[in-house]
């Protein structure tokens, strides 16, 4: 069975400070990795995805996850956060199939 | 180039009653989804659907809850006889192709608040 972890549900942290949001999954089979993010009121929007090829991935805002298959880890950074990257953030895991298998969610609040 | 549009956008219902949630996929997209998210949850799978097919409805609950996407028209997930635990928000996604690894294209949600 497929699942995905994500340990932290609030990560408060201050404005241009260094964030990680933790992200592991199990799974059996390979898989495809995915971060979206939900500002309140709003749906998923697509931050970044993993497929094959360079485990390091990166956003047009400055997140950035690397694919760690040893770890079965996907975890997001942004060397330097703003008050608009306050939101809720969702790791999920799809495989060959159709199901996107995702995170309880991590909310990330900047402190100015 | 709209994206995933879904109506309403909250919706209000006694026990009993039923509740009809609409979606609208993105333009070329032929392929729908349909989660659910609890409060502090994350989003659970409820049922994919292509064009007048179900294709996994393994999430959906057995009783009460259906959907379909006919050949003209939004998919529609239609939930009878609502009661308070159907309380959440319900999220459609769309997608160009059915593979793995293809982007879901998320709508706005509807919330769904049953007293």
């Known amino acids: 069975a497929q699942s995905v972890t994500q340990l932290d549900s609030q990560v408060p942290v201050f404005e241009e400070a260094p964030v990680e949001l933790r992200c592991n999954y199990s799974?059996?089979?390979?898989?495809?990795l995915f971060w979206y993010v939900q500002y309140p009121n709003q749906g998923l929007q697509l931050l970044l995805k993993?497929?094959?090829?360079?485990?390091l991935v990166e956003s047009i805002n400055g997140f950035e996850a690397e694919f760690n298959k040893s770890q079965t880890s996907f975890h997001l950074r942004k060397p330097s956060v703003h008050i608009s990257d306050t939101a809720e953030y969702f790791c999920a895991v799809s495989l060959t199939g159709n199901q996107f298998y995702f995170g309880t969610g991590t909310s990330l609040t900047v402190i100015p | 180039n709209a994206g995933v549009m879904q109506n309403p956008r909250h919706l209000v219902r006694r026990r009993g009653q039923e509740a009809r949630l609409r979606c609208s996929p993105m333009k070329g997209h032929s392929h729908v989804y349909w989660y659910r998210q609890l409060p502090e949850e994350g989003l659970k799978f409820m049922v994919y659907?292509?064009?007048?097919?179900?294709?996994?409805e393994s999430g959906m609950p057995k009783e009460r809850f259906s959907a379909e996407f006919p050949k003209e028209g939004p998919s529609i997930l239609r939930i009878q006889q609502v009661v308070r635990g159907d309380s959440a928000a319900y999220f459609c996604a769309s997608s160009s192709t059915g593979g793995g690894g293809e982007t879901q294209y998320f709508g706005p949600g509807t919330r769904l608040l049953v007293l």
């Open positions: 799974s059996s089979v390979s898989v495809y």
């Open positions: 993993y497929l094959s090829g360079s485990t």
């Open positions: 659907l292509q064009k007048e097919n179900i294709i996994d």
